[in-house]
């Protein structure tokens, strides 16, 4: 029984190790494709400068490295203890969010290469396959390269913010979300999904009850409370620089009709 245990044990290892490799390989090539990435970022639709003013696509690129950094931390809780909901999407949750951090990496140095092997998600890849495995031990790995890759998307939100001259005070925000997210965890005996679900609510004054019946409605939830909140600040912003710009044009009016008065006298 030992035995077949070890080759049962090897056997999911490798599996998983060839079924990421398989999936990066997809992905880069996906990736690489020049024709059909080129047309998507030539796209209207895929461009935020059509939705957004340009200080806030500044503020939102700003943002997506604190969200990394959330997401990063709520599978790691999924896979530290045991929630019993909506695993599935947990587990392909993790492989994206693996893949994503694969391909935005170097892979040169042995460094590198030892990152790139904590990032395989055994776990979660034999869960889905196989159901619960022994494999899953593996996860703690996973994790520490989790914690590594949390450290360098802080750094990068940093070498962001200074080089476009951004203000740090979303980082305030950022830790009243994550505290209370953490709070909510402990104190409400709630899942991570549930507790981000509540906390978000609550920040957006809709409510503190955790919408949605699964993990799927959840996230709707969340892309709904934030979505609305970020097009209504898009929105208050355009409306006052919209009555600051007619102020001025008027104000510019005035004088230059005083200007044009002047001469006309002289």
């Known amino acids: 029984m030992g035995a077949e245990w070890i080759f049962v044990s090897i056997f999911q290892i490798l599996v998983a190790i060839g079924i990421f490799a398989a999936l990066s390989y997809i992905a880069k090539y996906i990736v690489n494709k020049d024709r059909l990435i080129d ?7 895929s461009n935020p400068q059509e939705y957004f003013p340009s200080e806030e696509v500044f503020l939102l690129k700003q943002v997506f490295y604190l969200i990394v950094i959330l997401v990063i931390i709520m599978v790691c809780l999924y896979l530290s ?9 947990i587990y392909l949750l993790d492989i994206v969010l693996s893949l994503y951090l694969a391909l935005k990496m ?3 140095s042995l460094k590198d290469k030892v990152l790139l092997f904590l990032l395989i998600p055994f776990g979660s890849i034999t869960g889905l396959l196989f159901g619960d495995s022994i494999v899953v031990l593996l996860d703690l790995t996973h994790i520490i390269g989790y914690l590594y890759f949390i450290k360098v998307y802080f ?3 940093i070498d962001y913010t200074e080089n476009n001259e951004l203000g740090i005070t979303i980082i305030l925000l950022f830790a009243i979300i994550l505290v209370s997210f953490l709070f909510t965890i402990l104190v409400e005996n709630v899942s991570p999904m549930d507790s981000i679900t509540m906390v978000s609510n609550a920040f957006t004054s809709n409510s503190f009850d955790a919408s949605g019946q699964n993990i799927i409605g959840k996230l709707n939830s969340l892309v709904l409370a934030w979505s609305g909140f970020i097009l209504s600040g898009v929105g208050t912003a355009t409306l006052a620089a919209s009555i600051v710009n007619r102020h001025v044009s008027r104000e510019f009016a005035e004088i230059k009709d005083v200007v044009k008065k002047k001469k006309e006298k002289e």
């Open 39 to 45: 047309r998507f970022k030539n796209s209207r639709l």
């Open 155 to 157: 750094r990068k939100f």
């Open 81 to 89: 203890f045991d929630w019993n909901e909506g695993f599935y999407f």
């Open 106 to 108: 170097d892979k040169d």
